[in-house]
């Protein structure tokens, strides 16, 4: 099946900083990825749905100047999160599909934790 | 407000049954049903998905789907330990944003 890698997989930092999560389809074009959040024993919430080369979709609640998406290349997209907050702890998962296909693959997740 | 719906269990089972997972849905037109495992702290990988009305087998597992009665489940034949996990359920309406249910907590028992 398709692998899809993120970097960092664990991620520590002090309230105020930016993050930068980086997600990567290996061995396919990726022209959409999606970035999940799950907090302890919830599901998974889409964040946002990114297209290779157009602005990023956020749904309802997910502030698109604080969680920054780009997707430059059909192999990556990367997730900032920025001035994070303890609140902003989490695990965050991104996806990928390939074109016009629906089956999404998924990324190892990274887990931030905002001090 | 399309829901996926999951009874969040936990599930036991002994080891060598067979597990049966439920997921209904409320979109009637949804098109690809997906189910994914997840493991305590790990992120989903695709277990299997269907289109069409009926069953599909993949190995130990079956997906079966009724689009008449919105309803899509997952049998896990042969039990093992290693099964052990949340099963999510995920349906999207062709629009590649799957919507997940919240899974189900599935515990086999040596």
């Known amino acids: 099946g398709a692998v899809v890698s993120q970097h960092p997989s664990w991620v520590i930092c002090k309230s105020g900083t930016s993050v930068k999560i980086e997600c990567r389809s290996l061995?396919?074009?990726?022209?959409?990825m999606f970035w999940y959040r799950q907090f302890p024993k919830q599901s998974l919430m889409l964040m946002a749905t990114?297209?290779?080369?157009?602005?990023?979709?956020?749904e309802q609640g997910v502030e698109k100047d604080k969680f920054l998406i780009n997707h430059a290349s059909l192999t990556l997209s990367t997730l900032t999160v920025t001035s994070a907050h303890p609140e902003d702890s989490s695990f965050y998962i991104c996806?990928?599909?390939?074109?016009?296909?629906?089956?999404?693959?998924f990324g190892p997740g990274t887990r931030l934790l905002v001090l | 407000q399309k829901e996926v719906e999951q009874n969040s269990g936990p599930l036991s089972v002994p080891e060598g049954a067979i597990a049966s997972l439920n997921c209904t849905y409320s979109?009637?037109?949804?098109?690809?049903f997906f189910w994914y495992r997840q493991y305590s702290g790990k992120s989903p990988e695709l277990i299997m998905f269907?289109?069409?009305?009926g069953d599909k087998e993949d190995g130990r597992f079956t997906a079966q789907l009724n689009k008449a009665s919105q309803y899509v489940s997952l049998l896990i034949r042969d039990s093992q330990p290693s099964d052990s996990a949340t099963y999510l359920c995920a349906v999207t309406n062709s629009g590649y944003a799957l919507n997940f249910g919240k899974g189900t907590s599935l515990l086999v028992t040596p």
């Open positions: 996806s990928a599909s390939e074109p016009l296909q629906e089956t999404q693959y």
């Open positions: 979109d009637r037109g949804s098109q690809s």
């Open positions: 990114s297209n290779e080369g157009s602005k990023a979709t956020y």
């Open positions: 269907i289109y069409s009305n």
């Open positions: 061995d396919f074009q990726a022209t959409t």
